[in-house]
């Protein structure tokens, strides 16, 4: 399994890696990704073994940081020459990010089956050269057929990790594992796994408003952001995992969420980012969401996801650019709306795609099993 930098990537290879473990428990499974990315601390939390390239990707904001580049990748390559030789895989599948290009284009070259997972409505220019050679290319949505051969296209969906797309809790247990009040709305904010700068100046211009309109918090900060609100409400310190109080002050904030499912039950609205995982988790666990799209996003992709939720009546679009000025306002009218958040609420369920892990696992299984037999 390779791929990674950002959660977007990294959780659904999780839970596909999950889903071919569970099927079928023999299997050997092997994470590759970049040293330093997120990915190298992700994926031993799922129980996953992880090997890191020395990989880094073209810097476009300053060409002289480039310079090391060439060499990293072929060191990088060298790395995985080299992983590939001890571990013997009789597939590869990758996911995006820095990693997946050199790991995927390597078991091409040796003939060793390799499947893409694109979560995307436009696909990376990686995933675009790899597609060419790849044996499947899992898709999120139809239409993709202007980056891949249509051929070797699947309609898969987006997978969502096990802890979040089967959920058992409730929505008081998630609440109290949080520290807040159970009879008071939550509001759950997460700018993605590394962070929202628009997102996060808002909720911190607005957080007195939010707590005078009887709103709580769960907020993710990212490292980014990580700190900069402490003593904002009610003086809390920021710790490393976050911080919630058994008094109910009404807010748990921390750089990230580990336990999402939680957050996720405990939410009665969720202001996010309009990425693809986000966009599979809001559905599947059916919340009422505010989108605030990632303008710098590639082909603005992020803006199209959001348009189409606002379209499918499972959602509101805040742009990036207008999120000092509306988010907080509209977060207060919308938490307080019982009537308009269960609309929002059971039109994103309708959305959802609870089985996409199960659809790409078997797949690969299926051909694998053909393959190693003919092998």
Avoid: C
Wanted: aromatic share 8%; net charge positive; hydrophobic share 45%.
């Amino acid at each position: 399994m390779a791929g990674g930098g950002t959660g977007g990537h990294i959780f659904p290879a999780v839970a596909i890696a999950q889903q071919i473990r569970k099927m079928e428990p023999d299997t050997e499974i092997l994470f590759i990704g970049a040293k330093g990315k997120m990915e190298m601390e992700k994926v031993p939390q799922a129980g996953f073994n992880i090997e890191g390239l020395d990989i880094a990707g073209f810097n476009r904001s300053s060409l002289i940081k480039n310079i090391g580049l060439p060499l990293k990748l072929v060191k990088s390559w060298l790395q995985v020459r080299s992983i590939f030789k001890r571990f013997k895989p009789d597939a590869a599948i990758g996911v995006g990010g820095y990693s997946s290009f050199p790991v995927l284009k390597y078991a091409q070259q040796a003939g060793i089956p390799t499947f893409i997972h694109e979560s995307n409505a436009f696909a990376g220019k990686s995933n675009i050269m790899l597609g060419k050679g790849a044996t499947r290319v899992f898709v999120a949505a139809p239409g993709m057929e202007k980056f891949f051969p249509m051929e070797r296209i699947i309609v898969s969906g987006n997978p969502v990790r096990a802890s979040i797309a089967s959920s058992a809790l409730t929505r008081e247990e998630a609440v109290a594992h949080f520290g807040l009040d159970p009879q008071m709305p939550v509001v759950l904010v997460v700018g993605g796994s590394l962070g929202a700068k628009s997102i996060n100046e808002a909720i911190a211009a607005g957080m007195e408003r939010m707590r005078a309109a009887g709103l709580q918090l769960i907020w993710q900060t990212g490292k980014s952001f990580d700190g900069k609100i402490a003593g904002e409400w009610e003086k809390d310190k920021v710790g490393e995992h976050g911080t919630g109080s058994g008094d109910h002050k009404g807010l748990w904030v921390g750089p990230f969420i580990t336990e999402m499912d939680k957050a996720y039950r405990a939410a009665d609205l969720v202001i996010s980012r309009a990425g693809a995982m986000a966009i599979a988790e809001i559905t599947v666990m059916g919340k009422p969401a505010i989108f605030v799209p990632y303008p710098f996003a590639a082909e603005d992709h992020q803006s199209a996801n959001a348009r189409n939720m606002v379209q499918q009546g499972a959602g509101y679009m805040i742009a990036d650019a207008d999120a000092a000025g509306k988010l907080v306002t509209t977060a207060i009218e919308l938490a307080t709306d019982r009537e308009r958040r269960a609309a929002f609420s059971m039109a994103a369920g309708k959305l959802a795609v609870r089985d996409a892990d199960i659809r790409i696992a078997q797949d690969i299984l299926n051909i694998l099993k053909t393959t190693v037999s003919h092998s």
